[in-house]
Nanobody, 128 residues
Framework: QVPLVESGGDSVQAGGSLTLSCTAS????????MAWFRQAPGKERDGVAN???????RYVDIAQGRFTISKDNAKNTLYLRMNGLKPEDTAMYYC??????????????????????WGQGTQVTVSS
């Protein structure tokens, strides 16, 4: 079991920035793949970015260039830095992890079944 606890969600104006954190109860170096997902009201939960144990990262198109995923193994913490926030970024953001390496296939890299452990989410609201 790898309990994950997200924090950092807030209400911000469009164009603002936020950094989300996800603290794991175990050494994040033991979780080979960690990721951020988000779920907007009335929509399905979608992947945003993931990171492997070697630090390699992958982003979905809407996050590319605006969001940065990173982790600090010494602090057992995963981060998502979000810049240039837009109202359409409003969602509940979830941290996820698995002991297997991240899938490199586009079709599966953000499939929820690839991630065994999930946090409870942190709310991000962006107003125009």
């Amino acid at each position: 079991q790898v309990p994950l606890v997200e924090s950092g969600g807030d209400s911000v104006q469009a164009g603002g920035s936020l950094t989300l954190s996800c603290t794991a109860s175990t050494y994040t170096g033991s979780t080979n793949c960690m990721a951020w997902f988000r779920q907007a009201p009335g929509k399905e939960r979608d992947g945003v970015a993931n990171i492997d144990s070697d630090g390699s990262t992958r982003y979905v198109d809407i996050a590319q260039g605006r969001f940065t995923i990173s982790k600090d193994n010494a602090k057992n913490t995963l981060y998502l830095r979000m810049n240039g926030l837009k109202p359409e970024d409003t969602a509940m953001y979830y941290c996820a992890a698995d002991t297997a390496p991240c899938s490199r296939l586009i079709a599966t890299m953000f499939r929820e079944l690839e991630y065994r452990y999930w946090g409870q989410g942190t709310q991000v609201t962006v107003s125009s």
